[in-house]
């Protein structure tokens, strides 16, 4: 019984880390809040535009996934920061690597939003 309480505490813990994570986030890293804005911008869209279910559920993974994806970049390049302060060959290769991934992850998330809103306005 003693392990279940523990394990109980134990995740709601790591949902307090993880909130404070998301809390320093959307506080003070400005790619963050940009993309946030985009996505509240969008979301009125959507509403605007009287989006079907799988419209909403495709741009909620789209929103979803550019928020992921900044937020890893922005954890990477901490991280990259904290190993290495100086200027650093390989650090940087690293940087622009877990860049280009939330590079890919903006090109996805443009080609949903034409996909849906695209035909709204050609109609």
């Known amino acids: 019984m003693n392990y279940e309480r523990n394990f109980f505490l134990n995740r709601l813990k790591s949902v307090k880390y993880a909130a404070k994570g998301f809390y320093i986030l959307i506080t ?34 789209a929103i979803g996934l550019i928020l992921v994806a900044e937020s890893l970049n922005t954890a990477i390049e901490k991280l990259a920061d904290f190993i290495h ?3 650093h060959k390989q650090i940087g290769l690293i940087k622009d690597v877990a860049a280009g991934a939330a590079f890919i992850a903006a090109i996805i998330a443009i080609i949903i939003g034409l996909i849906i809103y695209v035909p709204k306005f050609i109609m």
């Open 28 to 61: 003070s890293e400005y790619s963050i809040m940009a993309q946030i804005g985009i996505g509240i911008l969008m979301t009125i869209a959507g509403f605007l535009m009287h989006l079907s279910a799988t419209e909403w559920l495709f741009q909620i993974m």
């Open 85 to 87: 302060p100086e200027y």
